[in-house]
């Protein structure tokens, strides 16, 4: 069964029974998490683990977007954001068709994603540094979403619930997206790591 550790990472078991409870159905007291979807299948969970995880960039790149100062920044966060929204989507006809997770779930995720992003953005989104942190955290998660692809295309092989899916196009957007944040990540390294006047 999925229990509360789905949505426990950086929360006390309590709390994370308590931020379902909260959230579905606006309750306040802690939500019976024995009741939920079961999930003992292996590709379910991944899956879900992988949608979280979409949350949090799409959130990141939609705050960068918005409040970046720079008008090229703002401008290359909607670009990627456009893919990794297209992304996202895939990524949940998938869970659908396979039968994964709850509503519930998608916005336990959703709502830890974009809390997530905040306290990884911080105050600092103005700054180099920040955008930098931003832009690496966004890196390593294309490369997280690169390795989904090539496990599922594997997976297809012989799960006839992911056949028919185009995992060449989507690796090759994978790789196309990392390419770009990694250059922009890199040109702003020296700046960004620099030591700061005393």
Same mark, same amino acid.
């Given at each position: 069964?999925?229990?509360?550790?789905?949505?426990?990472?950086?929360?006390?078991?309590?709390?994370?029974?308590?931020?379902?409870?909260?959230?579905?159905?606006?309750?306040?007291?802690?939500?019976?998490?024995?009741?939920?979807? @079961?999930?003992?299948?292996?590709?379910?969970?991944?899956?879900?683990?992988?949608?979280?995880?979409?949350?949090?960039?799409?959130?990141?790149?939609?705050?960068?977007?918005?409040? @970046?100062?720079?008008?090229?920044?703002?401008?290359?966060?909607?670009?990627?954001?456009?893919?990794?929204?297209?992304?996202?989507?895939?990524?949940?006809?998938?869970?659908?068709?396979?039968?994964?997770?709850?509503?519930?779930?998608?916005?336990?995720?959703?709502?830890?994603?974009?809390?997530?992003?905040?306290?990884?953005?911080?105050?600092?989104? @103005?700054?180099?540094?920040?955008?930098?942190?931003?832009?690496?955290?966004?890196?390593?998660?294309?490369?997280?979403?690169?390795?989904?692809?090539?496990?599922?295309?594997?997976?297809?092989?012989?799960?006839?619930?992911?056949?028919?899916?185009?995992?060449?196009?989507?690796?090759?957007?994978?790789?196309?997206?990392? @390419?770009?944040?990694?250059?922009?990540?890199?040109?702003?390294?020296?700046?960004?790591?620099?030591?700061?006047?005393?």
């Amino acid at each position: 069964m999925l229990l509360c550790s789905q949505v426990s990472t950086g929360f006390g078991a309590g709390q994370a029974r308590q931020i379902i409870g909260i959230m579905h159905g606006g309750r306040t007291q802690p939500y019976d998490c024995g009741r939920q979807v @079961s999930m003992s299948d292996p590709l379910v969970t991944y899956l879900e683990d992988h949608k979280a995880g979409a949350g949090v960039a799409i959130s990141l790149l939609k705050k960068m977007k918005a409040e @970046s100062q720079d008008e090229s920044l703002s401008q290359f966060a909607a670009n990627i954001l456009a893919g990794v929204e297209e992304d996202e989507e895939t990524l949940q006809n998938i869970a659908n068709k396979i039968g994964s997770g709850s509503n519930m779930i998608k916005e336990a995720t959703a709502w830890l994603g974009e809390k997530a992003s905040r306290v990884k953005l911080g105050a600092g989104m @103005s700054g180099d540094f920040g955008t930098f942190e931003a832009l690496e955290f966004l890196a390593l998660g294309v490369q997280g979403k690169l390795h989904l692809w090539y496990a599922l295309e594997v997976v297809a092989v012989t799960d006839a619930r992911l056949r028919g899916i185009d995992f060449k196009t989507l690796i090759a957007r994978a790789e196309e997206q990392y @390419s770009k944040v990694e250059d922009r990540r890199l040109a702003l390294a020296a700046i960004a790591l620099r030591p700061t006047k005393a």
